[in-house]
C-alpha cells in the first residue's frame, strides 16, 4: 500500500512537472522563422545578394515581408514587397533580394485579428571585400 502511494505521488508530481514545462515554453506566435534569419541577432553580415526565408504558421495566415533601406535623408525607402498564403501544410518559403549595405527586413503575419511582426537587419558587403580577404590570408604551409 505504501508502495502505490509513493508511486502515485511520483508520477503525479512527474506529470505538474512536464506540463509546467510545456505552459512555460508555449506561446501564442502565429508564425515562426526556422531558416534563412537568425531572429536571435538583431543584425547578420553576409556578401549574398539575396536570401530564402523558410517558416511555419498557422493556416490560413497571410505572411508579409519587405525590405527596405535608407536613403540619404535617413528615411527608409521600400525595395521589396513578398506577400505569401500559409496553405494547410503550415510552411512557407519566400526570397529577398539585398541589396548593397543596410537591409532592414519586416517579417508580417496577419491571421484574422492576430498579428505579429518581426524585424531583423542584414547587411550585405561587396564580394570584391572577400575575395581580398582570401587572397590576403596567410594558409599554414603557405608563402
Known sequence: MKNTKNLTFFMITFLMM???????????????ITGGLDMEKSKETTFDDSREIFGTAKKGTEIIITTYTKNDNDEYEEMECTEIDVGSSGYFSGNINLEMGMNYIKIEAINGEEYQEEEVKIKRKDISIMQALKENIALPGKR
Do not use: G, R
Open 18 to 32: 512536464i506540463f509546467a514545462a510545456v505552459s512555460a515554453y508555449a506561446d501564442d506566435d502565429i508564425f515562426e
